[in-house]
């Protein structure tokens, strides 16, 4: 059984800082990688989605990378800002479709 | 593009009533939808699989005769949480998936908030 694992937990840092979030996860079968974003009861924003050929992915100030064979995925947010405020998801996609979900890692960039 | 929708956002109700939630794919077919919920500072947990026009596929430890879900066309499917407790109490969120190119990008709606009294 897939286990997804999201460190750490919280996270709290000053604008402008750049941070990086963690993502392991047990089996390395994985078909895709996708990292979320979930505002306080709120719903899920999709930030990037890396295809299990693929080492990484890039949007903006995010950048996400995945090395499967060690089952890790990091998210790496350059220049954080307040409004990056939120708790970040990693989710691994396995057979028939299905996502697995991390605990998620609550970060708050005060300014 | 690549819509979801939910309905309701929120919904209270009382202990022993029956509850309906709408997950609609906008401006797309959905071949699969899912279910999940998320209670408190938890993460979405996989509650079903719905393909439209067969039963649905439930994870383990979740009640199919207390999650009635109906996935009657490729935009709409639906989840009645019957006999609803306030243990039942959570957010419920669906996702779609296209079924049309190599990858499966799910796409989410943005939760449906159940308190039952």
């Known amino acids: 059984k897939q286990e997804v694992t999201q460190i750490p937990a919280a996270l709290s840092v000053p604008e402008g800082e750049n941070l990086v979030l963690n993502c392991s996860f047990t089996?390395?079968?994985?078909?895709?990688l996708q990292w979320f974003r979930q505002d306080p009861g709120k719903g899920l924003t999709s930030l990037l989605l890396i295809q299990s050929s693929q080492r990484e992915q890039t949007s903006g100030r995010l950048n996400a990378s995945l090395d499967k064979s060690s089952g890790r995925s990091t998210l790496y947010i350059a220049a954080s800002q307040p409004g990056d405020s939120a708790t970040y998801l990693c989710a691994v996609g396995g057979s028939n479709y299905k996502l697995t979900f991390g605990k998620g890692t609550l970060l708050t960039v005060n300014p | 593009g690549a819509v979801v929708s939910q309905h309701p956002s929120w919904v209270i109700c009382k202990s022993g009533t029956s509850v309906k939630i709408e997950c609609r794919s906008l401006?797309?077919?959905?071949?699969?939808m899912f279910w999940y919920r998320q209670f408190p500072k938890q993460s979405l947990m996989l509650m079903a699989t719905?393909?439209?026009?067969?039963?649905?596929?439930?994870e383990q430890g979740v009640e199919k005769d207390k999650f009635l879900i109906n996935h009657a066309s490729l935009t709409l499917s639906t989840l009645t949480v019957t006999s609803a407790h306030p243990e039942d109490s959570s957010f419920y969120i669906c996702s779609a998936e296209p079924g049309t190119g190599a990858y499966n990008e799910q796409f989410f709606g943005p939760g449906t908030r159940l308190t039952v009294l």
């Open positions: 401006d797309f077919q959905a071949t699969t």
């Open positions: 719905s393909n439209e026009g067969s039963k649905a596929t439930y």
């Open positions: 089996d390395s079968a994985i078909y895709n």
